[in-house]
């Protein structure tokens, strides 16, 4: 199972909005509605951004949603703030397994 | 507070075996899925399978399949990852997290050295 492709960097200043790509296939985020992100500080673990595609948890903000379109999810970051300076992960359900993106590094300028 | 705790560093040799453990608390351990995920410089997040406590069904990724083994004592509410001969490309941090489609609640982290 390859990993989903993601861009490897993506810069914006505070205040913008930025998109990340997440690219699979048909077995994978163009098959199910099981796609998730999620966030990474240096030295820290993984946190749970976007599950189901699109649905946020409790006491994540507003300014991060997400989208699927045929084989390729994207995560939005709307008024970019310093502290979403991170690498950002999607993972995707595929039968009896599951598949993480190659990561993004985010910059805030 | 949902949290998982996992077990201290470890540094090992080619060869030798681990054990690694993952303790969840604040919430019905046994009624849910644990996941373990590896992370590497070059590979980035790896899925390697998860656990389900109520029934200890369990599957593995294929990449995974027979490298690892992964288990789970819910009467302690943990969770465990193990190898019976460690290898040099095994050195990486291991997550446990929970959940079945995604996963919300993450570990610590444990990271393992394997160096002669």
């Known amino acids: 199972q390859s990993a989903l492709t993601q861009p490897a960097s993506v810069a914006g200043s505070p205040g913008q909005s930025i998109t990340i790509s997440c690219t699979g296939t048909?077995?994978?985020?163009?098959?199910?509605?099981?796609v998730s992100w999620y966030q990474q500080h240096p030295g820290k673990a993984p946190k749970l951004m976007i599950y189901d595609v699109s649905n946020r948890p409790s006491g994540v903000s507003n300014r991060f949603s997400g989208s699927k379109s045929g084989n390729t999810a994207s995560l939005t970051i709307s008024g970019l703030q310093a502290e979403d300076e991170a690498d950002y992960y999607c993972s995707s359900y595929t039968s009896n397994n599951r598949v993480f993106g190659t990561g993004t590094k985010v910059t805030v300028l | 507070e949902v949290q998982l705790v996992q077990s201290g560093a470890e540094v090992k040799k080619p060869g030798e075996s681990l054990k690694i453990s993952c303790k969840g608390s604040g919430y019905s351990f046994s009624s849910r899925w644990i996941g373990w995920v590896r992370q590497t410089p070059g590979k980035g997040l790896e899925w390697m399978g998860f656990i389900y406590l109520v029934d200890s069904d369990t599957r593995y990724s294929p990449s995974f399949q027979g490298q690892v083994t992964i288990s789970a004592d819910k009467s302690i509410s943990t969770a465990y990852l193990q190898w019976s001969s460690l290898k040099a490309s095994d050195t990486a941090i291991y997550y446990c997290?929970?959940?079945?489609?995604?996963?919300?609640?993450w570990g610590n982290g444990t990271t393992v050295t394997v160096s002669s």
């Open positions: 997290a929970r959940g079945y489609y995604y996963m919300d609640v």
């Open positions: 048909s077995s994978d985020v163009g098959g199910y509605n099981y």
